[in-house]
């Protein structure tokens, strides 16, 4: 019984630690409130899902990704895309976005692999609101556009950096603007144009590129029992990520796409998936 509620204790033990560490050691008080802040949502969500509410996704989904999204990107100006986290970088600044980095999409994924995807993202906040939560086409060969979006977004920086701009800071802030605009515009006119709501995150999304080599390795992810299995399929067919959940292998096919989202837990009808 007790044993269900473990993950939600562990999670929020992890990032209370993380909170009281980083708190402690940079004598900042806003990271022991940030990371609780996270922690509490995702362990409230655990708690959520336990207990079979449907929205338990959707609500650690738009309490985390809201919250970075307004808070820290809009009212704090910190560049919380993948400009600001080179931005950061080159100063050497271990601060809020190269931590962001660093624990949701560099090393954490080496845990809870694509989580961040599934239930914090605030771009996927959106896109999982529009009409195609299922892929009507199988995948198609374009995730070869995140790598030239990764480089674009690297050499963008580089050069802003390099034109030693007096007022950089401002146009961080101003970058996070149009760069969330520009995400939410193409997500929307790809999701609506090839049936899929998550073709942004398939194609074009420059994160993903941090996120999946770790994702491989995850120690959180979906198992299949295939001895149970009776291949009806359903689980591919509601995958928003197209992953060959009926597999167990890691080396199944789109393995390091999974969001943990559990759609395809919930479909099975045999309980393989677990
Ligand atoms: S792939 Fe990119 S846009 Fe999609 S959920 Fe992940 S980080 Fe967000
Ligand atoms: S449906 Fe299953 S395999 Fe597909 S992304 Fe969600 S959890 Fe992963
Ligand atoms: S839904 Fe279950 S039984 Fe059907 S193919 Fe997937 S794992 Fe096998």
């Not at 362990?43 to 919250?67: C, D, H, P, T």
């Not at 999409?105 to 599934?118: A, D, E, N, V």
């Not at 609506?192 to 590129?209: E, Q």
């Amino acid at each position: 019984m007790m044993k269900k509620y473990l993950p939600s204790v562990v999670i929020l033990t992890v990032f209370v630690t993380v909170a009281v560490t980083l708190w402690l050691t940079k004598d900042n008080i806003f990271y022991l409130f940030n990371f609780s802040y996270i922690g509490i949502c995702i362990s409230v969500g655990l708690l959520l899902m336990v207990s079979g509410k449907k929205y338990a996704r959707r609500f650690v989904q738009f309490a985390v990704g809201s919250y970075m999204l307004v808070y820290l990107g809009l009212m704090s100006r910190e560049n919380m895309q993948i400009e600001g986290f080179w931005y950061y970088l080159s100063l050497g600044a271990f601060e809020a976005a190269t931590i962001h980095y660093a624990v949701a999409k560099i090393f954490g994924p080496l845990i809870f692999g694509r989580g961040w995807c599934g239930y914090a993202c605030w771009t996927a906040m959106i896109l999982d609101l529009l009409p195609y939560k299922q892929p009507h086409e199988p995948r198609k060969r374009l995730g070869f556009i995140r790598y030239i979006t990764f480089a674009a977004s690297l050499a963008l920086v580089t050069g802003l950096v390099l034109m030693k701009l007096a007022d950089i800071e401002m146009v961080m802030f101003w970058l996070f603007i149009g760069g969330n605009v520009m995400y939410y515009a193409v997500g929307i006119l790809l999701a609506f144009l090839l049936k899929d709501n998550r073709a942004f995150c398939k194609y074009i999304c420059p994160i993903t590129v941090f996120l999946k080599p770790m994702s491989r390795y995850s120690l959180i992810r979906l198992h299949c029992d295939e001895s149970k299995c009776i291949g009806c399929g359903k689980c591919l067919r509601v995958c928003p990520m197209n992953v060959e959940v009926n597999k167990e292998s890691r080396k199944r096919q789109n393995a390091t796409e999974c969001i943990l989202c559990c759609e395809c837990k919930k479909e099975c009808p045999v309980n393989a998936i677990h």
